[in-house]
């Protein structure tokens, strides 16, 4: 899982262009790829639509994993706070974590201004135990 908003984004772009070369069969033979049951639910913050970072490259590799049928492999979720739309605290983060808690979450990344990095820290560090998660080895607040 990850959460990012803004320029926290930028992290997760290699795994993001990953995805799409591995889907598109684009990797060199050398390159290491990622388990075919890897999957990844990314959740992105931003402004606007307008100044939203890498939305080509995300909506494309959201297209791609569509178009082949595994729509599971790479789920997106946009914020943005033109739209009024509600804020990560910590009743969402709770929600999120029991909605993907029977995927086994193998761990989760956080990239963001520094107060959503201060809510998701506060919280994760509380609720992450109650999920069967390790706070110190699978959580990442970068």
């Avoid at 990850?2 to 262009?17: C, E, K, N, Q, R």
């Avoid at 595994?70 to 997106?76: H, I």
């Avoid at 009743?91 to 956080?110: M, P």
């Amino acid at each position: 899982m990850m959460f990012s908003a803004g320029t926290g984004i930028l992290p997760y772009m290699d795994t993001v262009a990953k995805m799409i070369l591995q889907n598109c069969n684009a990797l060199k033979p050398e390159d290491e790829k990622f388990h075919e049951d890897f999957k990844l639910v990314m959740f992105v913050g931003f402004q606007s639509r307008k100044d939203a970072i890498a939305l080509s490259l995300l909506e494309g590799l959201q297209h791609i994993v569509n178009a082949q049928g595994v729509p599971d492999r790479f789920r997106l979720f946009f914020r943005f706070s033109d739209q009024k739309s509600p804020r990560w605290n910590e009743d969402f983060i709770k929600k999120q974590l029991e909605t993907y808690q029977k995927e086994n979450i193998a761990k989760i990344y956080v990239c963001g201004p520094p107060l959503l990095e201060e809510q998701f820290d506060k919280t994760l560090s509380t609720l992450a135990p109650n999920f069967g998660l390790d706070f110190r080895t699978q959580v990442d607040i970068l």
